[in-house]
DNA sequence: CGAAGACTGTGACGTGGGTCACAAACGTCC
DNA sequence: GGACGTTTGTGACCCACGTCACAGTCTTCG
């Protein structure tokens, strides 16, 4: 089976991501998968390490495995901007292990987290040999685009509670497990952690959560984080408060 | 030949662009651009008009034959955002035709302007025929994903002045022609329009344009711009000013 | 358990840049 | 050469948000 080898116990290979689960793998046929799972790389980053930096030359493509990615960019003023946070199952790194081109953001740990990388060559052997692999990378090409486009568009034409909202609103969906109490949050962040994200200060978000807070759209129950009315939280990112 | 067509009269032709000379035809055997030329089908716009706007079902790619087109999209409080500015040789409306969903942005005409558009069908045709086609395919989505980037950080991390700088380097670089007074830059638009593009206000716009040009960093030309000094643009750009 | 460090909460204050409201200058069409 | 529409120039005013400067509160670890 083309499992992402797990560096540690046993027991965390319940936790590991499988390689031909992943969308730019489906429909390839699975001994070229394997192929490519033998020839994958894994590595381990401790809590904060770096992986790459803006400008580093790149010839991998990464996967996480088990743990937490953040993608981020700096300012000539040393400011960062977290792009994306990434967990398990993720892909991340492509266009640098495409175009050969350097690296256009930094990513690092925000926690111990294992990977999974594989190398230009290995999967251009592969790109080569089945016309699916094409496709897949053409999708997952233009689905980032779009993603960009979006949060381009969130980012010069909206203010920052709407950036905040729509932030939540994809930790709801995608990061979010129903319970009773409303959507909680699984993926924990730390207000400036948030901040980061939203491109906004960490006063100013606090200010905006505790209001929200208030209003019963959301509760905040000490680092987790509870959605209580989604829809008018969606609504805030569309359209403003 | 694989000439994009005149649809006007033969003096036009000169002006015209030949699909093979684009970057994402290079290395491609001319018979097969040739029968993409062929199934190619020519549209003309009148100055203002609408391609295609934002969430319309999409089907082909375009290519600036003569004129010039603006992206753009819309906040739902309707303030329009200019992406980009595109003149003869641009691509465009790739991502829509190769994945087959709605169009992000919209796009229409500044002045009249032809268009060589090629569909979904044709080109997926080629694609599966040259490998070559793939490879290039793959580079252009990476350049976009590369540009998009770039455009990103800049509005989020970067001021009203540094955005118009960025905007003016590139205008002068893409758009300039060397002059004994300076970078003349031959793309004319009002202040509005660059306003649109900066993602600033026109007033605002305005007052820092003056202020340069008592600077003596650019002058300005009766609805003309010519860049003196790009070195100091390019640093406010990055860092300020 | 107690101290140090991280995280959260909140007000005072400053400012970049948008909006408004004009006036002046420029085109272009009868 | 008026006249009307477009573009440019400029000041008064305003507000969203960032920065600063704290004070609480949670964690973690010796």
Redesign the pocket.
Known sequence: MAYVQSSGAATDADRSVKLETLDIFKGIDPSTVEQIARKAQNRTLDKGELLFNVGDTSDALYVVADGRIRIWTVSAAG?EVTLNVLTNGAVFGEIGMLDGGVRTAGASAMLRTRLTSIARRTFYEALDRDPQLVRNVIDLLCRRLRWTSARMEDATLR????RLARILGHLARDHGKTTPRGIEVVLKL????MAQWT?????????V??RW?EERLLI?D??GLIVRDLERIDEIAEFGE
Chains 1, 2 share one sequence.
């Open positions: 400011a203010q920052a509670p709407q730390t207000q400036s952690e491109a906004m200060s960490r006063e100013g978000l606090n200010k959560l505790n807070a905040q000490r680092g």
